[in-house]
């Protein structure tokens, strides 16, 4: 190909397609460099559809450089009959759908899934939301299927899902921002005419002219506080009938009181006319509700990915040949082939061959469990060793990865709703307001009862909750729009107040607090035997033989022959001339390699801390012994601490062996260390610790979290999670790492801080204007003017509030001090 | 000052105009997507390609009205 690589320079060490740094590699036939065979496929395909331009200007960030994975599913499911009564038809007979995808990130992802047309013949457009990673496609479906659609999609990196359910979200918006506009046009005529009575008022006006501006003020907002501010009634209503405080009350009060006091007076031809206080409040208002309802859409959108963790089809053994069908409808005995790198379509037991399987996803255990004939294997667990067949039990919902994502639908529905702190206030809101109005018009009506009305109604007026009502969805859509940008995407506002309380934060160990892959922990033996061994390990899936690759790079993979592969990683090969043996004591003895007392000693010990022991031997004398786990991530220990100084609380539930988990976790800061926690085990424990009452935040990454993370207040998935995690989760973080976490609960104080401050300063304008109201001296003029004022104090808090802004620290070292 | 009479509903007739384009617009979706037609135009140029088809992102994928 005469094209040159993406950028040469960083082609050297970064995968040709994603552009992450490379820790292992994959070749392919012209040399380039992949991260992983996903890459490598992805980049195959985009070449193959003529559209390398894609690598001109795509973006390499650190943050959201991650591989690709084509999940090589067939997207069978896509083709459903069931699913075409969501396709919108158009006139001319194409079809249109909204499908989320994963792994947009870029400018040149825009371009890509926008030219879908020239890869799918029968594609006639379509269209990416960047913003929420959807993509729009309108295709014929005489010349091409859905199916077809979504494995394109698939092969170029972008793992299409159909959103939970029809997006209306879009027209919701749509017909409040209308309203908005509306209402906008509406407030600035009438504050126009406001203006010329409020200096009339002073230099005094013709009658005639003053009665004109009064007719047209309350023409020009007839529209606005009968359409505009619709919304408004409509949950004050709902909040009567159901006896739940909510702010629209007293918005609702203000509004229709001043109106009709305003068309009133207006027909009488004197008294107070508030028009233009009112159609300002309804504009104000309507900007907050719009800015909460998007903030809300987008991370429904975000998260609302269909469950796929077992795989949509199965190979079922049919006599001699093998028939492939949907994994939910394998009947009971059945019996169904897994060949390595597939996850396993159904429960049941192993009846031929035997393999590895990595069930972290499912029970958390970090190291690949060794199944052979006769042992349960679990529907969405990966072999990641050899070809075995599998009798059927259970397939679809009744196996134990459809049981577990049922119990987090459950949880998910019993998830009780988290008190917003407006919320509390509205409870008391209304009453006082109420109240004071009513003390008001007591007082003065023995003055006179015309003031009186006029007075309780501008204290009606200018107690309307509008800053109230704007404090919270503006302090949250800065902070959440900030947090999104630092890779931390939150499900809403009521989320974040729960993660500014302190909390007792569960942790699941594999993949959080770890990487969740095993790691080369200690290497007993000479670096000459360690190349020996990577060399022989070479082109081995096993996750420990790749991560013996990792620690020693093999510099001659070719000087390996004769090689042998055995489950569990295990390998015989000759490199050097020298025979090498690799694998447990077990397989070293049956290929007469003689282990002594003392080494056989030192493999114990290290099994007993949690390790797994791996020995070499070279020349059937044993050379080497390695030792692999799945060590904490660097930043853990500090995260947790500064958790804890902040008030929280943590534990540690993993699924993983209690005496790795002590190994792992010993030293860090918490109040319980468990393993062995069946994911059915965590689900309990989160719902014991909430009827405690204590606020529980639960963070994980697999299937096994997912059920913990619905009935926790706050879930929060962290990096290469599940999907199912992501779907259960309330936060997601797009960086591996617990550090989000620590980011997220500090932002959400700061969060919370600028909440609390923006209604306080509401609330003292409100206290002013009651006094100002009572006394007898509010003009409207004065309402006019405080209203936008405090409006404007509270938009200033939010965008000064600080949370999720670049941290100080790492600002630091740029500037001269 | 009587031309005031007349020049009031005027400025409302002119600014109801504007309310009316307004709503046109967010009827036809213009404001439902404001990250991605800044990137698509940049794509557009560097490859000096003609892809996007008239009228494409306005009606196209609207509900049909009903």
């Known amino acids: 190909m005469a094209r040159a690589l993406p950028n040469a320079e960083s082609a050297t060490d970064h995968c040709a397609h994603c552009g992450a740094e490379l820790s292992s590699e994959v070749l392919d036939d012209s040399g380039r460099r992949f991260c992983c065979a996903g890459c490598r496929t992805v980049y195959a395909a985009i070449h193959a559809a003529g559209l390398e331009a894609f690598y001109a200007d795509r973006e390499i960030s650190a943050?959201?450089?991650?591989?690709?994975?084509?999940?090589?599913?067939r997207f069978a499911e896509f083709d459903d009959p069931a699913l075409a009564t969501r396709f919108d038809v158009h006139p001319d007979g194409s079809c249109s759908i909204e499908l989320s995808l994963e792994g947009v990130h870029c400018a040149a992802c825009v371009w890509l899934v926008e030219s879908l047309p020239r890869v799918v013949a029968g594609v006639q457009e379509s269209r990416l939301d960047f913003g929420r990673a959807t993509a729009s496609v309108r295709w014929d479906p005489a010349r091409a299927s859905l199916g077809r659609i979504a494995t394109a999609l698939d092969s170029l990196g972008y793992t299409p899902h159909v959103p939970g359910q029809?997006?209306?979200?879009?027209?919701?918006?749509?017909?409040?921002?209308?309203?908005?506009?509306?209402?906008?046009?509406?407030?600035?005529?009438?504050?126009?005419?406001?203006?010329?009575?409020?200096?009339?008022?002073?230099?005094?006006?013709?009658?005639d002219y003053a009665a004109f501006f009064r007719w047209s003020s309350l023409a020009l907002s007839l529209p606005s506080v009968l359409y505009c501010a619709a919304v408004f009634y409509r949950g004050a209503w709902a909040s009567l009938r159901t006896r739940v405080a909510s702010m629209d009350l007293p918005i609702a009060i203000g509004i229709t009181a001043g109106f009709v006091s305003g068309?009133?007076?207006?027909?009488?031809?004197?008294?107070?006319?508030?028009?233009?206080?009112?159609?300002?409040?309804?504009?104000?208002?309507?900007?907050?509700?719009?800015l909460g309802q998007r903030q809300q859409r987008r991370a429904a959108t975000a998260a609302d990915?269909?469950?796929?963790?077992?795989?949509?089809?199965?190979?079922?053994?049919?006599?001699?040949?093998?028939?492939?069908?949907?994994?939910?409808?394998?009947?009971?005995?059945?019996?169904?082939?897994?060949?390595?790198?597939?996850?396993?379509?159904?429960?049941?037991?192993?009846?031929q061959g035997e393999s590895s399987i990595d069930v972290r996803w499912l029970t958390g255990e970090s190291e690949p469990v060794e199944v052979r004939s006769g042992d349960r294997?679990?529907?969405?667990?990966?072999?990641?060793?050899?070809?075995?067949r599998v009798r059927a039990e259970q397939a679809g919902r009744d196996t134990r990865v459809g049981q577990l994502l049922r119990a987090m639908e459950r949880a998910r529905l019993e998830r009780a709703p988290i008190t917003r702190v407006?919320?509390?206030?509205?409870?008391?809101?209304?009453?006082?307001?109420?109240?004071?109005?009513?003390?008001?018009?007591?007082?003065?009506?023995?003055?006179?009862?015309?003031?009186?009305?006029?007075?309780?109604?501008?204290?009606?007026?200018?107690?309307?909750?509008?800053?109230?009502?704007?404090?919270?969805?503006?302090?949250?859509?800065?902070a959440l729009a900030r947090a999104a940008r630092r890779g931390i995407l939150v499900k809403g506002g009521d989320v974040l107040e729960a993660l500014a309380k302190p909390a007792h934060f569960v942790f699941d160990k594999s993949g959080t607090l770890t990487t969740g892959r095993p790691e080369l922990l200690e290497w007993q033996g000479s670096e000459e035997l360690a190349r020996a061994v990577s060399a022989a390990e070479a082109g081995c899936d096993h996750p420990l033989a790749r991560a013996f690759q990792r620690a020693f790079p093999a510099t001659d993979a070719a000087e390996a022959q004769a090689i042998e592969r055995f489950a569990g990683g295990g390998v015989r090969a000759t490199v050097h001339g020298r025979q090498l043996v690799v694998g447990t004591a077990t397989l070293l003895e049956q290929s007469g390699v003689s282990v002594?007392?003392?080494?056989?000693?030192?493999?114990?010990?290290?099994?007993?801390?949690?390790?797994?022991?791996?020995?070499?031997?070279?020349?059937?004398?044993?050379?080497?012994?390695?030792?692999?786990?799945?060590?904490?991530?660097?930043?853990?220990?500090?995260?947790?601490?500064?958790?804890?100084?902040?008030?929280?609380?943590?534990?540690?539930?993993?699924?993983?062996?209690?005496?790795?988990?002590?190994?792992?976790?010993?030293?860090l800061p918490v109040l319980e260390l468990r393993g062995g926690v069946s994911p059915e085990q965590k689900l309990e424990d989160v719902?014991?610790?909430?009827?405690?009452?204590?606020?529980?935040?639960?963070?994980?990454?697999?299937?096994?979290?997912?059920?913990?993370?619905?009935?926790?207040?706050?879930?929060?998935?962290?990096?290469?999670?599940?999907?199912?995690?992501?779907?259960?989760?309330?936060?997601?973080?797009?960086?591996?790492?617990?550090?989000?976490?620590?980011?997220?609960?500090?932002g959400a104080r700061k969060t919370l801080a600028a909440i609390r401050r923006g209604l306080g300063f509401s609330l003292a304008y409100n206290a002013l204007g009651i006094g100002l109201a009572m006394s007898g001296v509010l003009s409207p003029l004065w309402a006019a003017v405080m209203m936008p004022l405090s409006s404007l104090t509270v938009l200033s808090v939010a965008l000064r509030s600080g949370a999720f802004s670049m941290s100080q620290r790492r600002r630091a070292p740029e500037e001269p001090s | 000052m009587s031309v005031l009479f007349l020049v009031l509903p005027l400025a409302v007739v002119f600014s109801g105009l504007a309310a009316l384009a307004f709503l046109w617009a967010a009827r036809h979706g213009q404001f439902d997507d404001l990250a991605t037609p800044a990137l698509r135009v940049l794509r557009d140029a560097a490859t000096g390609q003609q892809r996007t088809p008239r009228g494409a992102g306005t009606g196209v994928f609207r509900k049909p009205e009903g």
């Open chain 1, 422 to 478: 407006a919320d509390r206030l509205a409870v008391y809101f209304v009453p006082v307001v109420l109240a004071f109005a009513a003390i008001t018009l007591a007082v003065w009506w023995r003055a006179d009862p015309t003031l009186a009305v006029e007075h309780a109604v501008a204290l009606l007026v200018v107690t309307c909750p509008c800053a109230l009502g704007m404090a919270t969805p503006l302090s949250v859509s800065v």
């Open chain 1, 166 to 207: 029809a997006s209306q979200g879009v027209h919701g918006d749509r017909t409040l921002l209308m309203r908005l506009g509306v209402a906008g046009a509406i407030a600035g005529n009438v504050m126009l005419m406001a203006l010329a009575l409020y200096s009339g008022a002073s230099s005094g006006v013709d009658g």
């Open chain 1, 63 to 73: 943050v959201r450089a991650r591989p690709a994975r084509p999940s090589g599913r």
């Open chain 1, 596 to 667: 002594d007392l003392e080494q056989r000693a030192r493999v114990d010990a290290l099994a007993r801390g949690g390790a797994t022991p791996v020995l070499v031997a070279e020349d059937c004398r044993v050379a080497g012994l390695a030792a692999f786990g799945d060590p904490l991530r660097p930043e853990v220990a500090e995260c947790l601490a500064d958790l804890v100084l902040l008030g929280n609380s943590a534990s540690v539930l993993s699924g993983d062996h209690p005496r790795v988990v002590e190994r792992v976790c010993g030293t």
């Open chain 1, 263 to 290: 068309a009133v007076n207006t027909v009488r031809g004197r008294g107070e006319i508030y028009f233009d206080t009112i159609t300002v409040l309804i504009f104000l208002l309507l900007v907050g509700r719009w």
């Open chain 1, 687 to 746: 719902k014991a610790l909430r009827v405690r009452g204590q606020s529980v935040v639960m963070v994980g990454d697999g299937v096994n979290d997912a059920a913990a993370m619905s009935a926790a207040t706050v879930g929060f998935a962290v990096h290469g999670g599940a999907e199912a995690s992501l779907l259960a989760a309330s936060v997601f973080a797009t960086k591996p790492g617990v550090l989000p976490v620590l980011e997220a609960v500090r």
């Open chain 1, 305 to 351: 990915f269909a469950l796929a963790v077992a795989p949509a089809m199965a190979r079922v053994v049919d006599g001699e040949g093998i028939a492939e069908r949907r994994a939910e409808s394998v009947p009971r005995g059945a019996l169904v082939e897994v060949r390595a790198g597939e996850r396993v379509p159904v429960d049941g037991r192993v009846e």
């Open chain 1, 377 to 388: 294997v679990y529907a969405g667990t990966e072999n990641v060793g050899g070809t075995f």
